[in-house]
């Protein structure tokens, strides 16, 4: 398993300097900043657009539900990276790093935890919305195993994490009922929601 | 927080564009809305990425995750009341078709702006705020939890 985990790293991360575009847009997408980013832009919209009143309550419901679990998975993969104490790619082999060098621990990523966390929560009440992001959250999961950041074990994790956090979010969701919708309707007398 | 700040912006006109929510475009043109949504959130991308290096370790003067979310959510909040502000005062004059329905939340801006709509909205809630608030928050769900904590103050009492 380390072995496969190993090749397919060498194998992207070879590819590094290879194709000029394909580094110049790996430059934008490996970034802390403009996937995460954009998909809770994404979910800034999503909790406008609903077309009537119960529309918008299951997505603004998904929006609160998104961000929770998003708080979940990196909560987890934080857990996890101290108890296992994976160190980075570059430190044990010899890579091309064409980002900065993180300092903390390798195992699980995650950004793409909290990526894949709020794309599963989106695809319960969008599917297509639901599958853009799971694919912006693979591009994000490619573009850290390219630089050499992360294994593809760890961007694995990472996105099933993400995944699998939705259960303690719908879990933690009916328990703390009434106060999420509680929150709706206020927002809701202030014109928000 | 300023990439944020604007791209937030553009956000919120182009799902303002989907939901034709007129009382929220800064511009009187939905379809201009729409396009200069497009291109503010475009336009604040390419000026963050390519102003500076933005793959900078929290280590040697970037962000960590914590001040990222943060910045988020200032920026997000900042870009929302200017949006609320600037639509407001160019939407000063939309004309209220709807006058006397029963539209609350975020319906009411189809038709008026934002400053309008929660004006009309302090007016129900001073006009008799009991019953104001015990409309909005009836027949909520209510989890077990919940249900337990209520009768175990009840019988407390």
Redesign the interface.
């Given at each position: 398993m380390l072995n496969l985990d190993e090749k397919i790293l060498f194998a992207l991360n070879n590819l590094n300097g290879k194709y000029r575009s394909l580094d110049a847009i790996i430059a934008w997408t490996v970034s802390d900043y403009l996937i995460p980013v954009c998909l809770c832009l994404a979910l800034i919209c999503v909790w406008l657009v609903g077309h009537n009143k119960t529309t918008r309550y299951s997505y603004q419901l998904g929006v609160f539900s998104a961000l929770t679990a998003m708080a979940i998975s990196s909560g987890i993969a934080q857990l996890l990276s101290g108890l296992i104490e994976r160190p980075r790619p570059f430190v044990t082999h010899d890579l091309i790093v064409v980002f900065y060098k993180p300092t903390d621990f390798s195992f699980p990523a995650n950004s793409v935890a909290a990526c894949f966390a709020i794309a599963a929560v989106v695809s319960t009440f969008n599917k297509k919305l639901g599958l853009s992001m799971f694919v912006m959250g693979g591009i994000l999961a490619f573009s850290r195993v390219y630089v050499g950041v992360h294994y593809p074990s760890d961007v694995l994790m990472g996105a099933i994490i993400g995944i699998l956090s939705i259960i303690p979010v719908y879990i933690l969701l009916k328990l703390t009922e009434p106060m999420p919708t509680c929150f709706i309707k206020v927002a809701r007398i202030l014109r928000l929601a | 927080m300023v990439?944020?700040c604007f791209?937030?912006i553009g956000?919120?006109q182009?799902?303002?564009h989907?939901?034709n929510?007129r009382g929220?475009l800064i511009l009187r043109r939905p379809i201009a809305s729409l396009l200069l949504g497009i291109g503010i959130?475009t336009g604040s991308?390419f000026w963050?990425?390519l102003s500076e290096n933005?793959?900078?370790?929290d280590?040697?003067g970037?962000?960590d995750?914590n001040s990222?979310a943060l910045g988020?959510f200032l920026g997000?909040l900042i870009g929302t009341i200017l949006t609320i502000v600037i639509s407001s005062i160019i939407n000063l004059d939309l004309k209220i078709s709807n006058m006397g329905k029963n539209i609350?939340?975020?319906?009411?801006?189809r038709e008026q702006n934002?400053y309008l709509?929660?004006k009309g909205?302090y007016s129900l809630?001073r006009g008799n705020w009991r019953d104001y608030l015990s409309k909005?928050?009836t027949g909520?769900?209510?989890?077990?939890?919940?249900q337990l904590v209520t009768t175990i103050i009840v019988k407390l009492r």
């Open positions: - | 990439f944020v791209s937030t956000a919120i182009i799902a303002a989907i939901a929510l929220l959130l991308i963050f990425f933005r793959n900078i370790n280590t040697a970037g962000l995750a990222q988020f997000a609350d939340g975020l319906d009411s801006l934002y709509a929660i909205e809630f909005q928050f909520l769900p209510k989890s077990i939890i919940y």
